[in-house]
Nanobody
């Protein structure tokens, strides 16, 4: 499966962005999905994950209550709605897919994902 992330940009603190990750080559419903981010000079870290069905989600503590991951399998797309953005959310955001999963499983570890998109830059100004 090929993943194409988009939707990044420059936004002021307190603003919102919605990232999209479109899959091609295979149907997205076969994959658990995740979003990760890499801030300048830091390692890549988990942000959010969603199960194949969309019924289960998980978030890193710093984004709980502000970010929402959801998916539209009919459109082969996963979204990350980001509200109340903070300067510390500045990073390159990557979507990732993992195949051969149970319907309700979610994954937070970077190494468990098989496929990665190219990343989209989110910059939050103070």
């Amino acid at each position: 499966v090929q993943l194409q992330a988009s939707g990044g940009g420059l936004v002021q603190a307190g603003g919102s962005l919605r990232l999209s990750c479109v899959a091609s080559g295979r149907t997205l419903s076969s994959y658990a999905m995740g979003w990760f981010r890499q801030a300048p000079g830091k390692e890549q870290r988990f942000v959010a994950a969603i199960s194949r069905s969309g019924g289960n989600t998980d978030y890193t503590d710093s984004v709980k209550g502000r970010f929402t991951i959801h998916r539209d399998n009919a459109k082969n797309t996963v979204y990350l709605q980001m509200n109340s953005l903070k300067p510390e959310d500045t990073a390159v955001y990557y979507c990732a897919a993992r195949g051969q999963t149970l319907t309700g499983s979610i994954y937070t570890a970077l190494g468990t994902y098989n496929y990665w998109g190219q990343g989209t830059l989110v910059t939050v100004s103070s």
